[in-house]
């Protein structure tokens, strides 16, 4: 990022982004590009804000992206902002005690955050807490009525009074949304284990495995006192070797990082439907985004065996980022393939 120049050091950031009125046909109702010069600082990140003006009662779609002028790389986002509620989750921003945003869930009940309103909104607030009990997403075959996100009961509410100089921690993992009236008109802040998006403790090592086993299979794993000899003895038996059952542990919890890392929603990303397919079947071959859907193609338009799985955006009060799978029949011999590969002692990846 950053290149000698003279005496310092500094990285030029260029800044892209289109707006679009997605509330009815996708539209183009702005566009802009601006510049970010920084010297070298000792930390690794660099915190810029620009202002967008969006009115009341529309919902848009931004593409955003990020070039690294020096290493001529890119980063692009796609990011929903909805404005059809009177107040909405982009009506607030979280930030630590030195009014820096937080990117990523709270992962300490030591971690203290004040909230940045916007101008002219209520000062008493209802929240609510809920417990993390969200489950696995069912297997892609798996027909149901699986889509409608329904919350559940929290588990403590109590009135609240925000100011700007009012402090939250949360003593517990879960979600504490602020509302009024409904859940729809609020904001919500996560929490989990402290060394979230990464898998350390035996307990969460051995969570993902459902998604490998039958269900009598993992009750049996999880009544064991001893969860890590649980995962090991898993490993073990599918790699049939120590190296072999190194390589599928590497790579199985790299992936649940990363789907932590990129979908995490109301819950871990690897419970939900994109991280489910992709800690299974790998990174797929091509994904095509739009407002409220993403596709996900393993293999080419040159191969019989293209598998397309599409996610649509759902309402849901707790976030933005709640993508459900389309459920098909007939992914199942597919899933059932990718399973036993696994279970075979080979990581499995879609490369044709």
């Not at 921690?169 to 929490?191: A, M, R, W």
Request: proline fraction near 4%; charge should be positive.
């Amino acid at each position: 990022m950053y290149v000698a120049n003279g005496e310092t050091s500094q990285a030029i950031i260029k800044v892209h982004y289109y707006l679009y009125n997605s509330s009815k046909t996708m539209f183009l109702v702005d566009s802009g590009t601006f510049y970010y010069h920084s010297k070298q600082f000792n930390t690794e990140n660099i915190i810029k804000s620009f202002e967008i003006k969006t009115k009341d009662t529309v919902s848009y779609f931004l593409d955003l992206t990020i070039y690294d002028e020096n290493q001529n790389a890119e980063n692009q986002f796609f990011i929903s902002i909805d404005r059809t509620q009177r107040i909405n989750k982009n009506d607030a921003l979280i930030v630590d005690k030195n009014n820096n945003p937080y990117f990523e869930p709270l992962h300490s009940d030591t971690d203290t955050f004040k909230i940045v309103m916007r101008k002219n909104l209520p000062k008493k607030w209802t929240v609510s807490w809920f417990q993390n009990k969200f489950m696995l997403r069912p297997a892609p075959y798996s027909l149901g009525n699986y889509n409608r996100f329904m919350p559940p009961k929290p588990d403590s509410t109590r009135v609240v009074w925000l100011t700007d100089t009012s402090t939250f921690t949360l003593k517990n993992d879960g979600i504490i949304h602020f509302y009024q009236d409904t859940l729809k008109l609020g904001f919500s802040v996560l929490e989990f284990y402290q060394s979230f998006p990464e898998i350390t403790t035996p307990v969460c090592l051995l969570q993902p495995l459902r998604m490998l086993t039958t269900q009598k299979e993992f009750n049996d794993m999880n009544l064991l006192a001893n969860k890590k000899e649980s995962v090991d003895k898993f490993w073990l038996n599918a790699g049939g070797n120590v190296n072999r059952a190194r390589e599928l542990i590497r790579v199985f919890y790299t992936r649940v990082m990363l789907a932590n890392t990129y979908f995490t929603s109301y819950t871990e990303g690897w419970k939900t439907d994109r991280g489910l397919i992709y800690i299974v079947f790998g990174l797929p071959v091509t994904i095509y985004k739009a407002d409220g859907i993403e596709r996900w193609i393993y293999g080419t338009s040159q191969s019989n065996k293209t598998l397309v799985f599409n996610f649509m955006r759902q309402q849901n009060p707790f976030t933005n980022n709640d993508f459900t799978l389309v459920r098909e029949e007939m992914y199942k011999i597919s899933w059932t393939q990718a399973v036993d590969t696994w279970r075979n002692g080979r990581v499995y990846s879609v490369a044709y």
